[in-house]
């Protein structure tokens, strides 16, 4: 079975640091690019970067650009989202999914997992 499994969430105060991790199994790893998406209560999904699939290339939203980072280790089948200054905005619920392609569209992502919730307190 496909599984993609988010951890390392938590409750941090704002300036303060937590790093995601993705733990996957079941598929190819090395062939599929990892992107991370966040949902907020009442509001959309939101992409906020994404990983090849060697790790070569990454992609961030404007919104994480500079406090985020997005790193792989496939010999773990693992990614990561380093995660710094965070901010009350931050705060939603966090998920990782698989894509042959590369791209941002979640529709175009094949595998989800389920999220870590992440809040962030001012």
């Known amino acids: 079975d496909v599984q993609l499994q988010a951890s390392g969430g938590g409750s941090v105060q704002a300036g303060g640091s937590l790093r995601l991790s993705c733990a996957a199994s079941?598929?190819?790893?090395?062939?599929?690019?990892i992107g991370w998406y966040r949902q907020a209560a009442g509001k959309e999904r939101e992409g906020v970067s994404c990983i090849s699939s060697d790790g070569t290339y990454t992609n961030y939203a404007e919104s994480v650009k500079g406090r985020f980072t997005i790193s792989r280790d496939n010999t773990k089948n693992t990614v990561y989202l380093q995660m710094n200054g965070l901010k009350p905005e931050d705060t939603a619920v966090y998920h990782c999914?698989?894509?042959?392609?590369?791209?941002?569209?979640?529709?175009?992502?094949?595998?989800w997992g389920q999220g870590t919730l992440v809040t962030v307190s001012s």
């Open positions: 999914a698989a894509t042959n392609r590369w791209t941002t569209l979640p529709r175009l992502y094949d595998y």
């Open positions: 079941g598929f190819s790893f090395d062939d599929y690019a």
